[in-house]
């Protein structure tokens, strides 16, 4: 064997253990990422809005969280949810923000008293995150549309197996619009508030609509794709020498 064609084996050789440092066997057999999944009712949702006017003209703030289990170790990188805007009633805005947005999102840990949010894991905030109109709309007031919002998050969380944690959505001091963390179902029941009337956190029995996933980091898919064009060129490499030598089959 040459010397530069040992070189790239070597060089395929650290890559591929390079995806496999940086991704666990689950993330890399998973299709779609999804580790956590809790999808919308479409019969309402919890103010998620640090700055929202209520129907008297009075200003509210309210934040929400979902507890989180995971029977499988895994490192979220993406984060969806869905929501939409107005209130409850027939006399709210049900219209987004006409200018920018700024999303935050927040892992937390339990308290080991109680269970509820605790210490900050992870704090990220989003400006102007891709909205996507869904086709379907929630069944209050004058029905205001679903949205599907998406975040891929610039720091990775990795969240235990078998471990409490809770998630925290919310909109951030946009008092034109109200935002609402729509209500889902299907894994874990329950979720906790806080806001202005009540200033510690607290627990009730509604499920929130998000995903958790996992999808490979853009880092290792290029490393994948650059190593399978090194053993590609080196493959080719040798198939050319051994035509030269014998000739056309």
Not at 24 to 37: H, I, K
Not at 101 to 124: I, K, N, S
Request: hydrophobic share 40%.
């Amino acid at each position: 064997m040459k010397r530069a064609d040992f070189l790239l084996l070597v060089a395929v050789l650290v890559l591929t253990l390079s995806v496999r440092a940086w991704a666990s066997p689950a993330d890399l057999l998973r299709d779609d990422g999804v580790v956590f999944d809790q999808q919308p009712t479409r019969y309402g949702g919890p103010l998620a809005d640090t700055l929202a006017l209520d129907e008297f003209g009075f200003e509210r703030w309210q934040r929400v969280a979902d507890n989180v289990r995971l029977a499988e170790a895994a490192t979220i990188r993406r984060i969806s949810w869905f929501g939409f805007y107005g209130g409850d009633d027939e006399y709210s805005d049900n219209d987004p923000p006409e200018g920018d947005e700024t999303m935050r999102v927040r892992f937390y840990a339990a308290r080991p008293d109680d269970g509820l949010p605790g210490e900050v894991l992870l704090e990220q905030s989003f400006l102007n995150l891709p909205r996507t109109f869904t086709g379907h709309v929630i069944g209050v007031g004058m029905l205001p549309r679903e949205y599907l919002f998406e975040a891929d998050l610039s720091t990775p969380i990795l969240l235990s197996a078998n471990t409490l944690y809770w998630l925290e959505v919310v909109q951030l001091g946009d008092v034109g619009s109200i935002f609402r963390w729509e209500e889902g179902a299907g894994r874990v029941s329950g979720c906790a508030f806080i806001n202005d009337y009540t200033p510690s956190w607290t627990f009730v029995w509604d499920g929130l609509a998000f995903e958790l996933s996992t999808v490979p980091e853009p880092t290792n898919i290029v490393v994948l794709t650059c190593g399978g064009l090194l053993a590609r060129s080196w493959l080719g490499g040798r198939r050319s020498r051994g035509l030269r030598q014998n000739g056309p089959l």
